[in-house]
């Protein structure tokens, strides 16, 4: 396939045609010149590759496939080699069934512990996010498959994912929500990026030309193709202009009209169409070479098991009350018979088996207690009383329903069902020795936590979680993960508490996210960032830091074989420009036998000391390299002089939020921060809409959108009749009726044209005709 003249041979129609998708996942094919279509699927934790019905949020099903745990516990593992074998793993899965590329990893950063997808995202840290995330790209590619990582940047909400504004400063792009996007491109290589539906600093990402071009490629060097997310494509002729290379899903015209018109009136360059098809052209050429592989499901199965257990984290382990003997416990709580091993959403696996954990522990007793909602009855909690009573240990399994976390909409808040706090607070109060399993996608508040001996939290654990859950409980296996995201006490806790969630985020905490946040603030956590427990113990000694790396030595010191992670923190030389108190900078996971010692080299560079300053710079002055088992466990520590420049402190920093972070900060201080006044934004009447306004919004006060938009609504749960209240009908109420105009054409299979959505704009805008 010669790229450069097939290119030469295309009309313009053709090419603006070629640059959007076939259908809900494919390319287009262009028989005449000898162009195959090229097939795409979600996702980052398991292939969802469908074959009938289509589509973009996980409703419909898929061929079977592995689901590997969701990014919340692969996360947790802080084993790049071992997200890089999932990663290879599901490019065989994928070449297998004909696909070409896989929509994954995702690695925005966790920015409140509400964000509905948090549990498809790596941490709340752009360092360990954006490590795992190149190792899963470049393990996924070096099967032949393409990785896609997502969703480019600042997409860190539910609420208005389509059409919010994430606002934020330069330096906090930069050093928070760019960075693991940095890595992965740099180390990962990955064929193709995907930009956000949102927008950033007032532009859409899939226009923004600073962010896909001038960032993305010319300064990380990317020479994939940007795909939008699906149905993110706000200004078609922006887009080619901003290098926002291939509109998906496909089967529409938007815009079409226009881009022939731009090109033709001089207003969009040709050229620019033209470094588009080429960046298609070379991924479709690479996918017409792919050869169909052949896998092994059952070692995709056992690998899947072996992320679970080395991303379960033990929280706590009072008197070594774990590992338990089977025998002597009983099982409390629904999620024993159905845990919960993934998320709602375009990431939605069809596993191809899922192991309980009654099946994996078939021989101890177990009684559900509540129901799938997590409710309890009096008899249902008397008889898990009587349970927990009779045996020595009670094992309590609780978490996060369904319908608590998905994506298109954030959590409501920290809290468990009010079920499973009375069901463990229940056992609890009559077993000294009850232990609590958690599932779900990220931090829960436990008002019973010191009423209970032990917790094992494992996050979303895929298809072989309940296996993992019995190895872990029983000591099959030793816990070794370790949480990427701070567990603060309560919501209250959360910095962006007041911004998050908002139609236009404003990201006024900064820089101050998870740790960096609770460190700087000297604000308790129930459990640090980078905290998990082992059966085992180590010791750290033998500190050697230099510019270029850390060197420490560990050893195992109990009596069974683990797995640690020696986390490296640097802080900041006292005064100059604000900084977080520590800043994680290295790890590395290492394994050892009991007894067994062994030097770990974890490199540093001169972005281990930097800050953005209109471009990285590193301040100079005496640093403190800390290495650790979390970010507050630290182990040992050394000072190291690092020569750099001297800059300057703003005069607004002085006594500011920034430098104190007592209470919040206000849009005063943010403002500064900013550099300048914060946008305003009109207030959303008729008269005033545009088609990046959904249905939802317009129905207001505009009686065309209303009638629509209960249409919609109505359909939609008529169509879901019993599983009105599941997770996916919600989704897809907003997903739908949430959706800008624009992305109705988009990704309504071409039943809506651009035409009959600028009718539904002109009557919601109360004018009747052109
Ligand atoms: C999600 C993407 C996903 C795409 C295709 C979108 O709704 O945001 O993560 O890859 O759908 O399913």
Redesign the pocket.
């Given at each position: 396939m010669d790229v450069e003249k097939i290119i030469a041979s295309m009309t313009l129609n053709e090419k603006i045609a070629f640059c959007t998708g076939a259908d809900m996942w494919h390319t287009k094919a262009l028989k005449r010149l000898g162009i195959p279509a090229m097939k795409m699927s979600?996702?980052p934790h398991g292939l969802r590759c469908q074959e009938d019905k289509t589509d973009?949020?996980g409703i419909n099903k898929s061929r079977p496939a592995t689901c590997f745990p969701t990014a919340v516990t692969a996360g947790a593992t802080w084993d790049p080699e071992l997200y890089a074998a999932e990663g290879a793993a599901i490019g065989f899965e994928a070449l297998a069934s004909g696909v070409s590329v896989v929509?994954g990893p995702g690695c925005n950063i966790k920015r409140s512990p509400l964000g509905g997808r948090n549990f498809e995202y790596l941490s709340e840290d752009p360092y360990v996010s954006g490590k795992m995330a190149a190792a899963f790209v470049a393990g996924q590619q070096s099967t032949g498959a393409s990785s896609c990582v997502?969703?480019f940047a600042a997409n860190s909400q539910e609420y208005k994912r389509q059409n919010g504004d994430s606002r934020m400063d330069e330096r906090t792009l930069r050093e928070i929500y760019l960075t693991a996007f940095e890595i992965a491109v740099k180390e990962g290589r990955p064929d193709t990026v995907?930009c956000a539906y949102n927008k950033l600093n007032g532009i859409h990402c899939s226009d923004h030309k600073e962010l896909l071009t001038g960032i993305l490629r010319q300064e990380w060097g990317f020479d994939g193709t940007v795909i939008t997310?699906?149905g993110a494509t706000h200004n078609r002729i922006a887009g080619f202009r901003a290098g926002c290379d291939l509109d998906m899903p496909g089967g529409h015209r938007f815009m079409h009209k226009d881009v022939l018109r731009a090109v033709r009136d001089g207003s969009l360059q040709e050229q620019d169409v033209d470094a588009s098809v080429r960046r298609v052209l070379r991924l479709v050429k690479k996918s017409a070479e792919q050869k169909k592989v052949s896998f092994d499901l059952q070692a995709h199965h056992a690998l899947a098991l072996e992320i679970a257990r080395q991303g379960a984290v033990l929280l706590k382990n009072q008197d070594n009350i774990l590992p338990i003997n089977p025998n002597e416990a009983v099982l409390i709580g629904y999620m024993a018979e159905d845990i919960r091993y993934q998320g709602t959403g375009?990431s939605h696996v069809n596993p191809t088996r899922v192991v309980q954990l009654t099946q994996a522990m078939p021989d101890t007793p177990y009684i559900p207690c509540c129901d799938s909602y997590g409710e309890v009855t009096p008899e249902s909690l008397a008889q898990a009383v009587c349970a927990a009573k009779a045996h020595k240990v009670a094992v309590v399994v609780a978490g996060l329903p369904t319908i608590y976390e998905s994506?298109a909409f954030d959590r409501a808040n920290m809290a468990l069902p009010e079920g499973h706090n009375r069901m463990i607070e229940a056992v609890a109060q009559v077993n000294s020795n009850t232990v609590v399993v958690l599932l779900g996608g990220g931090p829960m508040e436990l008002p019973w936590e010191k009423q209970v001996r032990g917790i094992l939290y494992m996050g979303l654990p895929g298809q072989a979680g309940g296996q993992a859950i019995a190895d872990l409980l029983t000591g099959v296996a030793n816990p070794s993960g370790k949480l990427t995201e701070s567990w603060p006490y309560t919501y209250t806790d959360v910095v962006c508490r007041d911004t998050f969630g908002q139609r236009n985020p404003e990201y006024r905490e900064g820089i101050y996210v998870g740790y960096r946040y609770y460190e700087t603030a000297k604000k308790e956590v129930r459990y640090p960032f980078g905290h998990g427990l082992s059966y085992t113990g180590f010791t750290y000694s033998h500190l050697n830091v230099t510019p270029k790396s850390v060197s420490v030595q560990v050893e195992n010191t109990g009596t069974v074989a683990g797995r640690e992670v020696v986390q490296v923190y640097i802080a900041p030389p006292r005064g100059g420009i604000h900084r977080p108190a520590k800043e994680l900078k290295g790890f590395a996971k290492v394994p050892l036998e009991p007894g067994q010692r062994t030097t770990v080299t974890i490199p540093l560079d001169s972005r281990s000391f930097a800050l953005w300053q209109d471009g990285w710079v590193v301040p100079e002055g005496t640093y403190t390299v800390m290495v650790g088992a979390s970010c507050q466990d630290i182990r040992c520590q050394d000072s190291i002089f690092i020569s750099g420049s001297t800059l300057s402190v703003p005069q607004w920093q002085k006594g500011s939020w920034y430098e104190t972070l007592r209470g919040l900060p206000d849009r005063k201080e943010w403002e500064m921060l900013m550099g300048g006044p914060a946008a305003e934004y009109p207030p959303l009447k008729k008269g005033t809409y545009t088609l990046d306004n959904t249905l939802l919004e317009m129905q207001e006060d505009a009686a065309a959108s209303r009638m629509l938009y209960r249409l919609v609504r109505f359909a939609i749960v008529r169509a879901h009749g019993k599983n009105a209240d599941s997770p996916e009908c919600r989704m897809l109420v907003e997903t739908t009726a949430d959706c800008p105009l624009r992305g109705l054409v988009i990704s309504g299979k071409g039943l809506l044209t651009d035409g009959m959505v600028k009718a539904i704009l002109r009557l919601s805008n109360g004018k009747k005709r052109k």
């Open positions: 979600d996702g973009f949020i929509l997502k969703h995907m997310d699906w375009s994506e």
